[in-house]
Each structure stands twice: as C-alpha cells, then as structure tokens.
C-alpha cells in the first residue's frame, strides 16, 4: 500500500491550502474530499476579508491581520502558478455601524456618498466607517488553489467520506473511507463541518447555515466597495456580479434555499442601493459554515500523536485560509509557528 507523509481530510480552500504549504516543504500529500474539492463551504463563501477590530474577536485579531496581509502575495502565487485569474479587490469596505461597534471614527453622511455615490440614494441611514479591507471571489480562489495542488503532485481522493483515523502501537497510521483505506503517518482533519464524524476524537463543530443571492448590477462598476449594514452584505465582483447576504442560521445540515428569505435578503440590498431594483437573480444558494462552542478555530495537534485538526473556522475561513496554511505546517513539521495558538487549541474542548 502507497504511504504519504500528511493525509489532508477535506478539500476546502483550508486543506488545499495546507496541502500546498505542505508540498512546499517536500513532503507527499493526499487530500480526501467527501464530495468534490472546493464545493462546500468555500463555494458558498461571500469572500470578504475582515480585518477589523470591531467585528473580529480578540483572540483572533492577530491571525486575521497576518493572514490579511499575506493575501496580494497568496493570490499572486496561485494565479502564476495554476494560470487562473482571482479575483482579489482592494477597494476597501463601508461598514454601517450597529450599537455593538463602540469607539468608531465614523464618517459624514457627504463622505459616504462622496466615496461610493451608489449609496447616495439609500432609505436607510446610520453612521458608517471605512475599512481598507480586501474581498476575494472565494470560487476562483479555491479553483486556482487546488489546480496549483495539483500541479504541485498533490494527490487527491473525491467522492469518499473518511470514517476514521485508524492508529497502532499510540501513533497514527492512515484513514479508513467509506470505500477503502489510505497510509500516512500523519493526519489532518480540515473536514470543516463535518470533522466531527470522524473517530476516534471528537471536535465539537456544527453546520451554520448561510442562504445568499448573487444580482446583476446594471453597470459593472455601480458598486466598488463592500458594503456591511446590521442586516445585509453587499459584496461587487469585478465581472458586475453582486453578491448578497447572508443569514445565520442553526439548521442542521440542511442546504436548501427558502424564497421568503432571498427575498427579504433583495430587499435590504434594496434599501441600500434602490437602483438594484431592475437587477436580475443570477443564482441564490446556501453553505455550511463550520462553527464550534466558542465562535474561534480548531487548530493544533490533538490527543493522538500524529493527528491534528485545522477547522472551526466559521465565517472567516476564506480569510484565514493563507496564515492556517503556514502555521499548521509549522506545527505537524514540529517547529514554533511564531503565534500562540492556546485560544485555538483542541485540549480546550477535552475535560
């Protein structure tokens, strides 16, 4: 039976992404994917990537900046080296501030409009900040990432959900599927929603459905920046693609669309920007954002030696996928990551 170094469990925009880190460094990988690479969670993805102390939690702060910043050099490599485009935008972001965000420079109702006019025309005001945020088409990101794994000699198993981590003598030693089994002598669960399935440890993640829209704005350039309110997120692609949304919600594993709420997610779209009101639905849709007890990542070497996790992501996997990658690798190589990862630590969930 083939042996790889690193088995990859799940083939979102987190695992490739390690995958690629991990080839980097010579070791041989396989990523197993339930169901087809880059087609669950990344593909549902809005792609903003927040990098804001109002809106990021504490212990997160500092992987979200580091990942932020890696992102021009992150894209670069994967468009040069797969020969796809991504579409990363630098646009920045408006964000409308809620009575949760405390302490912000808030600008003019003149310098909104003066920024994006789009918006001059809304029914709906609040004050509003700045962010020189980037967003990313997370569908190209992901398609551009496992193309370079695989340029790179990354193998990939699909339509194949692993069971388990099978283990001897303390250590392990490979996964069962539900078809067959593969060797490694280390394991990575990156299964997002679904890691907690596998045996024989236990990570207490959960589906959090989010129900999106994508418009046609009516000029490619109507909208340049993202746009947040307490109800909606407004989100341009370079190609005239809006994308709408999202709603939060405990639905178990349950993907299916409901008209009402696409159509009350249009409408607040609608209040922002009333010349959307021609605008035709391109596609609505919903994922499975991977959530766990504390609203913070799963990331480190679990209880069995050999078997790491990197999930519970949330809504910021997009995002945190280039940092994960690079301290994820420093970790199952057995070298300092250079950040602590106590808060993200799976021991945290054990008794």
């Not at 990988?29 to 792609?47: C, D, Q």
């Not at 609040?126 to 967003?135: I, K, N």
């Not at 350039?221 to 989100?235: A, F």
């Not at 391109?282 to 790491?308: N, Q, V």
Request: hydrophobic fraction near 40%; charged fraction near 20%.
């Amino acid at each position: 039976m083939k042996t790889w170094d690193v088995i990859v469990i799940g083939g979102g925009i987190i695992g490739v992404s390690l995958s690629i880190a991990l080839r980097k460094r010579g070791a041989s990988v396989l990523v197993v994917e339930r169901g087809e690479p880059g087609r669950e969670a990344s593909h549902a993805a809005g792609g903003m990537l927040v990098d804001c102390p109002l809106e990021t939690p504490a212990p997160l702060q500092a992987l979200a900046s580091a990942s932020a910043a890696l992102y021009p050099e992150f894209v670069h490599e994967l468009e040069v080296e797969s020969g796809m485009k991504v579409d990363l935008r630098d646009k920045g972001t408006i964000l409308f501030l809620s009575d949760k965000h405390v302490g912000a420079n808030e600008l003019l109702l003149a310098q909104v409009n003066e920024i994006e006019p789009a918006l001059a025309d809304r029914t709906i005001d609040s004050p509003a900040v700045y962010l020189s945020e980037r967003s990313v088409d997370p569908r190209a990101l992901s398609a551009a990432a496992i193309r370079t794994a695989k340029n790179r000699g990354v193998s990939f198993s699909s339509g194949d959900s692993v069971t388990s981590v099978h283990h001897s003598d303390g250590a392990v030693s490979g996964v069962t599927t539900v078809k067959t089994s593969f060797a490694a002598r280390k394991v990575v669960n990156c299964a997002g929603a679904w890691a907690r399935a596998i045996a024989p440890v236990a990570f207490p993640t959960r589906p959090v459905k989010g129900q999106m829209l994508c418009l046609a704005m009516p000029r490619r350039d109507l909208l340049q920046h993202v746009v947040r309110t307490p109800k909606v997120y407004l989100i341009p692609r370079s190609d005239g693609r809006l994308l709408v949304g999202a709603t939060v919600e405990e639905a178990g594993f349950d993907k299916r669309t409901v008209p009402a709420t696409i159509q009350r997610q249009r409408e607040a779209a609608l209040e922002m920007i009333p010349k959307l009101r021609d605008a035709r639905i391109l596609e609505d849709w919903a994922g499975l954002r991977p959530g766990t007890p504390d609203a913070l990542p799963i990331l480190g070497e679990t209880s069995l030696p050999g078997y790491f996790v990197a999930t519970g992501h949330y809504r910021d996997g997009i995002l945190l996928a280039p940092i994960t990658a690079q301290v994820m690798a420093d970790v199952i190589e057995g070298r300092n990551p250079g950040y602590d990862l106590t808060s993200f630590s799976p021991s945290r969930f054990t008794s």
